[in-house]
Nanobody, 126 residues
Framework: QAQLVESGGGLVQPGGSLRLSCTASGASGIFFHRYTMGWYRQAPGKPREMVAHISVSDRSIYGESVKGRFTISRDNEKKTVDLQMNNLKPEDTAVYYC?????????????????WGQGTQVTVSS
C-alpha cells in the first residue's frame, strides 16, 4: 500500500500554473507532522533533482531553477504537502515526486526515504 501519493499533474502552456498535492498515509502519515518533506522531479535522460523542501516549522528552500516561481506548503491535519507552480517553463517538464527528507531534518538534507512512488507527470508545452 502506497504511503505517499502524488496528484495534480497535467498539460499546461508556458507561463501557466499547476498545483501538485502529495498525500501521506501509513507510517508516513502517522509521523507526518515530524517530517521535513520534499518535492523532486526527474526529466527524461536527466537525474532526479530537488525542487523544494519544507520543515515541520514551515521553513522552506527551493532549487535555483524554480526559486521565485514555485511555493511549497503543508497541512499537518490533512497530511498533505502541496507545490504551487507558477510561470511554468518547458524546462519544468518532468515527473514530480514527493518524499520524506527526514525526522526534523533541516531543509536541504538528503532524503531519508529511498522508495519512490509513481509520481505525477507535468508537461509544459505549446
Amino acid at each position: 500500500q502506497a504511503q505517499l501519493v502524488e496528484s495534480g499533474g497535467g498539460l499546461v502552456q508556458p507561463g501557466g500554473s499547476l498545483r501538485l498535492s502529495c498525500t501521506a498515509s501509513g507510517a508516513s502519515g502517522i509521523f507526518f507532522h515530524r517530517y521535513t518533506m520534499g518535492w523532486y522531479r526527474q526529466a527524461p535522460g536527466k537525474p532526479r533533482e530537488m525542487v523544494a523542501h519544507i520543515s515541520v516549522s514551515d521553513r522552506s528552500i527551493y532549487g535555483e531553477s524554480v526559486k521565485g516561481r514555485f511555493t511549497i506548503s503543508r497541512d499537518n491535519e490533512k497530511k498533505t504537502v502541496d507545490l504551487q507552480m507558477n510561470n511554468l517553463k518547458p524546462e519544468d517538464t518532468a515527473v514530480y515526486y514527493c518524499n520524506v527528507v527526514g525526522l526534523y531534518a533541516p531543509p536541504g538534507a538528503s532524503p531519508a526515504g529511498d522508495k519512490w512512488g509513481q509520481g505525477t507527470q507535468v508537461t509544459v508545452s505549446s
